[in-house]
């Protein structure tokens, strides 16, 4: 076999291998797809059978009955305002961290982007959002998504920091230019495409969030719509349909999002990723 009939077998391996892993993670979709659109008495067990009647109300009677406009409002508010916080602390960090190159700095920059890696000990953050009574709080999980966000938003940003030449940087002090107005006039409008990932990677991160408001959320009425799928959920009976159709809804705004910024995504990783 000479290297040419190699180099095709193994390209023809290579994307056999990786048709059968995509079709491997689209299982999960296609079931919660189909048995959305069924009747309750075709969906007392999930199936990949297609349904006989196709219908709608499944997704109306999970509007109304599982409340999922509050739980939208919900998750809108907190996967925004993180994201927000996130881009704010974390762009100014970042570059504080590729300005200042003292060991001092890069120490505290290798602590920080440890978050990344570190699992977190959900003891000792609940004893701490009692203290601090943030827990049940909007607030609190807002500011637990932020601090999720922060060390990987911090990694990304920094590569891209570094590739900004200082000598932009001194110009404008020289032209009487403060430090905030250094920073939002003219390093942030450098940034965007960087920060525009970060901004959607943190918003469809917070979204998808479920462990979080299920530990520190006990108010239904403050739910994500990642947990509004407890609604049909009862002791001894499960609504299949309306459990695929509520995880449908919730997934639609994060698939939209993502094929509207799938461009800038790749585009910010590959850019910010470089160093760090």
Same mark, same amino acid.
């Given at each position: 076999?000479? %290297?040419? $009939?190699?180099?095709?077998?193994?390209?023809?391996?290579?994307?056999?291998?990786?048709?059968?892993?995509? @079709?491997?993670?689209?299982?999960?979709?296609? #079931?919660?797809?189909?048995?959305?659109?069924?009747?309750?008495?075709?969906?007392? $067990?999930?199936?990949?059978?297609? =349904?006989?009647?196709?219908?709608?109300?499944?997704?109306?009677?999970?509007?109304?009955?599982?409340?999922?406009?509050?739980?939208? #409002?919900?998750?809108?508010?907190?996967?925004?305002?993180?994201?927000?916080?996130?881009?704010?602390?974390?762009?100014?960090?970042?570059?504080?961290?590729?300005?200042?190159?003292? %060991?001092?700095?890069?120490?505290?920059?290798?602590?920080?982007? #440890?978050?990344?890696?570190? =699992?977190?000990?959900?003891?000792?953050?609940?004893?701490?959002?009692?203290?601090?009574?943030?827990?049940?709080?909007?607030?609190?999980?807002?500011?637990?998504?932020?601090?999720?966000?922060?060390?990987?938003?911090?990694?990304?940003?920094?590569?891209?920091?570094?590739?900004? =030449?200082?000598?932009?940087?001194?110009?404008?002090?020289?032209?009487? !230019?403060?430090?905030?107005?250094?920073?939002?006039?003219?390093?942030?409008?450098?940034?965007?495409? /960087?920060?525009?990932?970060?901004?959607?990677?943190?918003?469809?991160?917070?979204?998808?969030?479920?462990?979080?408001?299920?530990?520190?959320?006990?108010?239904?009425?403050?739910?994500?719509?990642?947990?509004?799928?407890?609604?049909?959920?009862?002791?001894?009976?499960?609504?299949?349909?309306?459990?695929?159709?509520?995880?449908?809804?919730? !997934?639609?705004?994060?698939?939209? @999002?993502?094929?509207? /910024?799938?461009?800038?995504?790749?585009?910010?990783? $590959?850019?910010?990723?470089?160093?760090?």
């Amino acid at each position: 076999m000479n %290297k040419k $009939t190699k180099k095709v077998m193994l390209s023809i391996a290579k994307n056999g291998l990786s048709w059968i892993v995509s @079709i491997i993670m689209l299982v999960p979709l296609i #079931l919660i797809v189909v048995n959305a659109f069924k009747v309750p008495e075709e969906c007392l $067990t999930l199936s990949f059978k297609f =349904p006989s009647q196709i219908t709608l109300e499944n997704f109306t009677t999970v509007i109304e009955k599982g409340k999922l406009g509050r739980s939208f #409002l919900n998750s809108f508010l907190y996967a925004g305002a993180a994201t927000i916080l996130t881009i704010l602390f974390g762009a100014t960090a970042a570059y504080f961290f590729a300005r200042r190159q003292e %060991k001092k700095s890069y120490a505290v920059y290798m602590y920080t982007i #440890l978050g990344i890696v570190i =699992p977190i000990n959900y003891v000792s953050l609940m004893k701490v959002m009692q203290v601090t009574q943030l827990n049940n709080s909007r607030i609190g999980i807002i500011l637990l998504y932020t601090a999720m966000q922060i060390p990987f938003t911090i990694f990304l940003i920094y590569g891209f920091v570094m590739k900004i =030449p200082r000598d932009l940087d001194e110009a404008a002090v020289i032209d009487g !230019c403060g430090p905030i107005r250094l920073f939002f006039k003219i390093i942030a409008p450098m940034m965007r495409p /960087c920060l525009v990932t970060a901004g959607v990677l943190c918003f469809l991160n917070t979204w998808n969030e479920f462990v979080m408001p299920l530990y520190f959320l006990n108010s239904s009425e403050k739910w994500p719509m990642t947990l509004a799928v407890y609604n049909f959920f009862g002791q001894y009976s499960k609504a299949w349909n309306l459990i695929c159709a509520d995880i449908l809804l919730t !997934c639609m705004p994060v698939i939209i @999002i993502y094929l509207l /910024c799938q461009k800038s995504i790749v585009g910010g990783q $590959t850019a910010g990723a470089v160093k760090g």
